[in-house]
């Protein structure tokens, strides 16, 4: 997927992660999903008071899933990949020339 800025991505890769907070109790616990090879992502869905995230491959397979109760979510924090490094040097090279 490419940006009208010029800098390249792809969303949905390797990197991806996604934490989720709850209420259990009392006390708050922390989970994390996260893509951990290459062309695999992280989706997150809500529906009838679950939020499930997955870690799904490039086919849209699941890989493993994690399911909560909305209501018990504190927080959800989305953290998408990093843009790679061709990308942002491609993005710095067409900038130095427009100078």
């Known amino acids: 997927m490419a940006t009208n800025d010029g800098e390249s ?8 992660k ?8 009392g006390t708050t616990r922390t989970y994390e999903v996260a893509a951990t090879k290459a062309g695999r992502r ?3 869905v809500n529906r009838r008071g679950l939020i499930e995230v997955a870690e799904l491959t490039r086919g849209g397979s699941p890989v493993r899933t994690a399911r909560f109760m909305a209501s018990r979510v ?9 843009r790679s490094r061709a990308g ?12």
Request: no cysteine; aromatic share 2%.
């Open 74 to 82: 504190i927080a959800l924090v989305e953290h998408p990949a990093t």
């Open 18 to 25: 996604v934490e989720i907070v709850i209420d259990a109790g």
């Open 88 to 99: 942002v040097r491609g993005a710095a090279s067409a900038a130095d020339s427009a100078d």
């Open 9 to 16: 991505w792809i969303a949905g890769m390797k990197g991806d």
């Open 42 to 44: 992280v989706e997150v």
